[in-house]
């Protein structure tokens, strides 16, 4: 979806990029790599499908999947 630009569920091409809201400290929808405040905070970017309401979440910068191997894998 994110490099295809078209939804793999319906197959629409209305698909939104929701980017990581900065100001909102407490989303959700971040990984923590510390539980140090915002330095280990990676944002996770949506991309949501106008049409069907799929949606797809991805960490966009390779450093910042770094950071994630390096806490998890
Ligand atoms: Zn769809």
């Known amino acids: 979806m994110k490099t295809s630009g078209r939804c793999p569920k319906c197959g629409s091409k209305r698909?939104?990029?929701?980017?990581?809201?900065?100001?909102?400290?407490?989303?959700?929808?971040?990984?923590?790599?510390?539980?140090?405040?915002?330095?280990?905070?990676?944002?996770?970017?949506?991309?949501?499908?106008?049409?069907c309401g799929f949606v797809e979440e991805w960490v966009e910068t390779a450093a910042e999947r770094e950071k994630i191997r390096r806490a998890f894998g």
């Open 15 to 51: 698909v939104v990029r929701v980017p990581d809201q900065a100001r909102r400290h407490a989303s959700g929808n971040n990984i923590y790599v510390t539980t140090l405040t915002l330095a280990g905070k990676i944002p996770v970017i949506r991309y949501v499908c106008a049409d």
